[in-house]
């Protein structure tokens, strides 16, 4: 079945202790992105790969990283998690960008206190 | 940038009710795709349509790209339905515009 699977679903973590969401795709798709939701902000993007090793920032990158080491995987880290980090996490993949279908996981819900 | 509305931001209906969401955005796209968020969060593809109709079971959708507005009908809703409908655009930038949502509840 094709999908974007993410890891875990849902965490809570306490401020500054590093953490890695996973996110791997079995279409073989050049394009991934990170999204963020926040009430009344709506979905945000936070980084973006358009292939093997080329990543770029999005809308709302601090304090966030990434890396693009294979294509089927595209890890969101947050080296030091604050509160203001709390959010509903989703990853996105695509053939290509723009013009072509985006698939999304399943969100990673984190609170970080 | 492009902006993109939706409305309206809620709706109720009673189960078995028809519904039509609208979503307007204020410049050309290359893609538009309708997404249902369920209760648990999840973003459920709907529809990939940049342009013309789609069906899905009860689901249908058109984009009128040229007058730069898409519509979703849902008919004989039922409470499975319920959530935030969204609909999300891209205009050639690496990103995907998301409007502001549609709630729906479906009373049984």
């Known amino acids: 079945e094709a999908q974007v699977t993410q890891n875990p679903r849902y965490l809570i973590t306490v401020t500054g202790k590093k953490l890695t969401v996973t996110c791997s795709q079995n279409?073989?798709?050049?394009?991934m992105s990170w999204y963020r939701q926040d009430p009344g902000l709506g979905l945000r993007q936070i980084y973006y790969?358009?292939?093997?090793?080329?990543?770029d920032k999005g809308d709302v990158p601090e304090g966030y990283k990434v890396s693009r080491k294979e294509k089927r995987n595209f890890p969101l880290i947050l080296e030091s998690p604050s509160p203001n980090q709390t959010s509903l996490y989703f990853c996105?993949?695509?053939?290509?960008?723009?013009?072509?279908?985006?698939?999304f996981g399943q969100g990673t819900r984190l609170t970080v206190v | 940038g492009i902006q993109v509305e939706q409305s309206p931001p809620d709706l109720i209906l009673q189960e078995g009710a028809n519904s039509t969401l609208r979503c307007n955005f204020s410049?050309?796209?290359?893609?538009l795709q309708w997404f249902h968020q369920n209760p648990w969060g999840q973003l459920i593809n709907l529809f990939y349509?940049?342009?013309g109709t789609k069906q899905n079971g009860r689901l249908s959708a058109t984009t009128v790209a040229t007058e730069r507005y898409s519509l979703l009908y849902i008919s004989s809703s039922q409470t499975t339905d319920s959530g935030v409908y969204f609909c999300?655009?891209?205009?050639?930038?690496?990103?995907?515009?998301f409007g502001t949502g549609t709630r729906l509840k479906v009373l049984a």
């Open positions: 996105a993949s695509s053939l290509e960008q723009a013009n072509t279908e985006a698939f």
């Open positions: 279409m073989n798709h050049e394009y």
């Open positions: 790969s358009m292939n093997v090793e080329v990543t």
């Open positions: 410049d050309s796209v290359n893609n």
């Open positions: 349509i940049p342009s």
């Open positions: 999300a655009v891209c205009s050639g930038t690496y990103k995907y515009i």
